[in-house]
């Protein structure tokens, strides 16, 4: 059997109809860029957040770096991220012109470590971007409070987790604003690149839109700015796929509760937690292998039997090759956890439209893997969950 890691195709199919109309629509209608299928989609992305403004965009790292921008945070001002996160967090920050400070995530979570922001901050943070990573959103109660005492702006790198939640809390209600990206492979991905930015900052949203579009918002009339702008085509299919969103995500909770049944005897890899009262929304489901010198050996081994499995991200931001190319860079103190995360991460096969048959053929080929390497398994957690104590709470 082949399992891919995407069902792009699938999912096309599924809704074809929905999405071709909207195509045509905009087609037909002579308007491809910040024409009336943008508006309505931008209306309805707001509506789905529950914020009153949402702005398209190009793609999901410019409604990072569009949003410090907008903020006013540029050179000489420090930007708190995750150490663990994909590359274009830390890169949007230092479009901006601004310093990536790097901090350790919560062992268990993989979300940025509230007590290690707070160890982070100097005379010059000015921002913290945490990511809802994998799907599952950081303690955004627990960031609020430091970003209120220490007056920090909040911008929640949301590529990964639209239609996630927190225990009581929503995404963007308590941040300045939450970018996301449409990239193909995302929850809501459309065929190609695209982004956006959700706020309920009025001023923010009016500068958003005027980077955006070269400095304008009246023809003729420029300041500087970009051309960063989600056009009509993709905005026609987001708009048609934004209506399954909750239901695929529902689907990818299915298989996530589907993995973590089939392999929780597994003695070899640690299985990724769901929080008590969040939503995660799977975008991911991670496995860490409890030594890293299993894991691309469980990656190469389910290649080969036909599974499409990845690692989300084997090399931390600050181990990258040349790193940091000349940009103002700082890791806050040891970041551990991000370490052995990116030691020991495998990603297994996530998408709604995947078939019960499938999920279950990775679970026995996983269960295979172990079974040849379970006497060697350390006792309890391995080394990207145990010993790396983390005094937050959040685990
Ligand atoms: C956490 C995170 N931040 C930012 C981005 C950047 O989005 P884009 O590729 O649309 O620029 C991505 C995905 O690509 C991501 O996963």
């Known amino acids: 059997m082949k399992v891919e890691f995407y069902g792009h195709v699938r999912q096309y199919h599924n809704i074809k109809s929905e999405i071709d109309q909207n195509i045509q629509t905009v087609l037909e209608s002579g308007q491809y860029v910040m024409g009336p299928m943008l508006k309505k989609f931008e209306a309805e ?22 949003a410090l921008m907008g903020l006013g945070i540029g050179p000489g001002d420090e930007v708190i991220t995750n150490a663990n996160t994909f590359f274009a967090t830390a890169e949007a920050i230092w479009i901006a012109g601004a310093t990536a400070v790097l901090v350790d995530c919560c062992p268990d979570t993989k979300c940025i470590c509230p007590e290690k922001i707070e160890a982070a901050i100097t005379p010059k943070t000015k921002a913290i971007i945490p990511v809802h990573l994998y799907g599952q959103c950081a303690d955004m109660t627990a960031i609020k409070k430091i970003a ?11 590529a990964q987790a639209i239609g996630a939640a927190g225990l009581n809390f929503k ?29 309920n900052n009025a001023e923010l949203d009016a500068r958003i839109r005027k980077l ?5 918002t009246q023809r003729n009339v420029h300041s500087y700015g970009f051309n ?8 026609g299919v987001l708009s048609a796929k934004l209506k399954h969103i909750d239901a695929w995500n529902d689907n990818r909770r299915k298989w996530a509760a589907r993995y973590t049944a089939g392999l ?13 009262g969040y939503r995660h929304v799977f975008h991911l489901y991670v496995v860490e292998t409890k030594k890293p010198e ?31 190319w000349g940009r103002p860079a700082r890791v806050a103190g ?45 006792e309890g957690k391995g080394l990207a969950r145990a010993g790396q104590t983390c005094g937050c709470g959040n685990k």
């Open 45 to 66: 992305l707001a509506a789905y957040h529950g914020t009153r403004f949402a702005v398209g965009l190009g793609n999901g790292t410019d409604a990072i770096w569009l």
């Open 148 to 158: 209120d005492k220490h007056k920090l702006r909040v911008i929640e790198d949301n």
């Open 171 to 199: 995404i963007a209600q308590l941040s300045d604003a939450a970018t996301t990206s449409f990239i193909i492979q995302k929850n809501l991905g459309t065929f190609g690149d695209s982004g956006a930015l959700v706020t």
């Open 212 to 216: 955006r579009n070269h400095g304008s």
């Open 228 to 235: 960063s702008r989600l056009d009509d085509l993709h905005a």
């Open 264 to 276: 929780k005897s597994c003695k070899t890899i640690d299985l990724p937690v769901e929080l008590p």
């Open 294 to 324: 299993w894991r691309d050996q469980l990656v190469d081994f389910l290649v080969a039997s036909g599974i499409d499995a990845k690692t989300h991200y084997s090399i931390a931001i600050h181990k990258q090759p040349d790193y940091p």
């Open 334 to 378: 040891p970041v551990p956890n991000a370490e052995a995360n990116a030691a020991c991460c495998v990603s297994l096969p996530m998408f709604p439209e995947l078939k019960p048959e499938e999920v279950d053929y990775v679970v026995e080929k996983v269960k295979e893997w172990d079974a040849k390497f379970a006497s060697q398994a350390p």
